[in-house]
């Protein structure tokens, strides 16, 4: 099981980027995908989460209405499209998969995690 994300970046307060998580080794069908970030000197946030049978669920108050998720099953990825980016928004992004259960806020509760992409937000 991999999981790779691509997509960060440095941008300016009120642009926008999208996030990719390409996932092998499994199908989406069988895992919850969340989307955490972790900011400097704090702990990690949930923030989106989706699975396909269910559909999706946000977690994070400061990205409603800016932040959304989506999936291609035929791509086996996962997307997190952000627009109207804040600089509170910098963080280093990571996607997770969780295979027993639905989507969850709790990062323990995940089975693999991708890397990590850098996203830095300008003012």
């Known amino acids: 099981v991999q999981l790779v994300e691509v997509g960060g970046g440095l941008v300016q307060a009120g642009g926008s980027l999208r996030l990719s998580c390409a996932a092998s080794g499994f199908t989406f069908d069988e895992y919850s995908i969340g989307w955490f970030r972790q900011a400097p000197g704090k702990e990690y946030e949930g923030i989106e989460c989706i699975r396909n049978s269910v559909g999706s669920t946000n977690y994070a108050d400061s990205v409603q209405g800016r932040f959304t998720i989506s999936s291609d099953n035929a791509e086996n990825t996962v997307y997190l499209q952000m627009n109207n980016l804040k600089p509170g928004d910098t963080a280093v992004y990571y996607c997770?998969?969780?295979?027993?259960?639905?989507?969850?806020?709790?990062?323990?509760?995940?089975?693999?995690w991708g890397q990590g992409t850098q996203v830095t937000v300008s003012s």
């Open positions: 997770a998969a969780r295979f027993s259960g639905y989507c969850s806020s709790q990062m323990d509760e995940y089975d693999y």
